[in-house]
């Protein structure tokens, strides 16, 4: 290889380019709280569900992805000053079931802003179960468990400064008919 050629830069995208939001009020007026502090993972697993199908004249299996079940697994400190910490504590605190322990959770992409919109960035907007497996420690306090997607997310963007979302159909000025029944 010539010392003149140069490699490709490769912008490996870094944990804390995601932000992720919890809303701790009502949908009707939403207070979306930050999941940061007190946090020591949140991941996504998409959990992909496939099906196969083989032909008779076929030697091999064909798959396709049929479906999700994303989830969302936590491991947080009990930091009594954090919201949204505690909003999952008291889920599991209190045996909240249904849609008592149920969320509105912003997942945002901060190398993805918006264009020509200050403090704004693609984002996902889920409800999602709150499922707490754990609350233990021998000093620390831990909570621990998974946020469970309820449905499907919805796109859009989210203003990290107003801390507020909106979804694509919004930014766009119209409504999704896709997927929607005709009359």
Do not use: C
Request: no cysteine.
């Amino acid at each position: 290889m010539a010392g003149s050629e140069k490699k490709a830069k490769r912008d490996v995208v870094k944990r804390h380019q995601f932000a992720d939001y919890l809303n701790i009020a009502t949908e009707e007026t939403p207070e979306f709280v930050l999941m940061g502090t007190g946090f020591k993972t949140l991941d996504e697993e998409p959990g992909a569900k496939t099906e196969s199908k083989k032909y008779v004249n076929e030697k091999a299996s064909s798959s396709s992805v049929v479906g999700y079940e994303t989830v969302f697994p936590f491991d947080s400190d009990l930091i009594k000053e954090e919201p949204a910490v505690i909003a999952l504590y008291n889920v599991g605190r209190n045996h909240y079931t249904g849609s008592d322990a149920e969320f509105e959770y912003v997942r945002v992409e901060l190398w993805e802003p918006a264009e020509n919109k200050l403090n704004e960035f693609a984002a996902r907007k889920f409800i999602v179960s709150t499922e707490v497996s754990e609350i233990s420690g021998e000093n620390d306090i831990s909570v621990s468990g998974n946020l469970n997607a309820v449905g499907d997310f919805v796109p859009g963007t989210f203003n990290t400064k107003t801390r507020t979302f909106t979804p694509a159909d919004d930014e766009a000025g119209g409504e999704n008919t896709e997927d929607q029944p005709t009359e």
